[in-house]
């Protein structure tokens, strides 16, 4: 009854592209991600994905259509092994668990925590979860990647890992939609920037014209 969540918000990503969400608490910014990867329906707008209509269809569909993402907090299975944990979301692209299980290794190591494969989810420091929960998305070898925060909590080093990993990732082909709150990280990677306010656009643009736009700065 109060503000929509996301107002005529549009955009577009092409492959090979870093794209930018950020706005203040409660802006929206989380609400696009989970309509465009299938945990929300929208009430009007359009989802395309690779010129095909998506719009309501659930994740696990556009998963085979070729959309990972990852969350605020990192969500890993209870109990089970960091492999295992990988190859399951590798399942339902491969005809047997051998097979997830090698495309699970190959994300480990490309994401260079492949020494973890043998141990426990259970007790991972807030870093490497969110290596595990990215392998988790990169697994699946998707088109679109969309990233909730993926910055939190991470030190400088790990931050600056973490960017070198995701623009190497956008110069293989991936269109990459990033939600962050560290300008410091999100402003050097990506190419345009959007920024809701009240579910609106505020600022669409280049990230180099972000800190001089009056509007953000006030949002």
Not at 8 to 18: D, K
Not at 194 to 210: E, N
């Given at each position: 009854?109060?503000?929509?969540?996301?107002?005529?918000?549009?955009?577009?990503?092409?492959?090979?592209?870093?794209?930018?969400?950020?706005?203040?608490?409660?802006?929206?910014?989380?609400?696009?991600?989970?309509?465009?990867?299938?945990?929300?329906?929208?009430?009007?707008?359009?989802?395309?994905?690779?010129?095909?209509?998506?719009?309501?269809?659930?994740?696990?569909?556009?998963?085979?259509?070729?959309?990972?993402?990852?969350?605020?907090?990192?969500?890993?299975?209870?109990?089970?092994?960091?492999?295992?944990?990988?190859?399951?979301a590798r399942l339902a692209?491969?005809?047997?668990?051998?097979?997830?299980?090698?495309?699970?290794?190959?994300?480990?190591?490309?994401?260079?925590?492949?020494?973890?494969?043998?141990?426990?989810?259970?007790?991972?420091?807030?870093?490497?979860r969110r290596?595990?929960?990215?392998?988790?998305?990169?697994?699946?070898?998707?088109?679109?990647?969309?990233?909730?925060?993926?910055?939190?909590?991470?030190?400088?080093?790990?931050?600056?890992?973490?960017?070198?990993?995701?623009?190497?990732?956008?110069?293989?082909?991936?269109?990459?939609?990033?939600?962050?709150?560290?300008?410091?990280?999100?402003?050097?990677?990506?190419?345009?920037?959007?920024?809701?306010?009240?579910?609106?656009?505020?600022?669409?643009?280049?990230?180099?014209?972000?800190?001089?736009?009056?509007?953000?700065?006030?949002?």
């Amino acid at each position: 009854g109060g503000v929509r969540a996301v107002d005529r918000v549009s955009l577009g990503r092409r492959p090979g592209t870093i794209t930018g969400l950020i706005g203040p608490n409660g802006s929206g910014k989380s609400t696009v991600i989970n309509l465009l990867s299938g945990l929300e329906r929208p009430d009007a707008g359009r989802v395309r994905l690779g010129g095909q209509d998506v719009t309501g269809a659930r994740a696990d569909r556009l998963a085979r259509a070729g959309l990972a993402r990852s969350f605020q907090a990192a969500t890993l299975p209870a109990g089970a092994g960091v492999l295992e944990a990988v190859a399951a979301a590798r399942l339902a692209f491969d005809p047997d668990a051998a097979t997830a299980e090698a495309h699970a290794r190959w994300a480990l190591d490309r994401l260079g925590v492949g020494e973890l494969a043998g141990q426990s989810c259970d007790g991972l420091p807030a870093a490497l979860r969110r290596r595990v929960e990215l392998a988790r998305a990169l697994v699946r070898r998707p088109a679109v990647l969309l990233l909730d925060e993926p910055a939190a909590g991470l030190t400088d080093g790990e931050k600056a890992d973490l960017a070198e990993l995701l623009h190497n990732l956008a110069e293989e082909g991936m269109a990459i939609l990033l939600v962050e709150h560290d300008m410091g990280f999100l402003l050097p990677l990506a190419g345009r920037v959007l920024c809701l306010d009240r579910g609106r656009v505020i600022y669409d643009g280049p990230a180099d014209g972000v800190r001089r736009d009056q509007a953000v700065a006030t949002a």
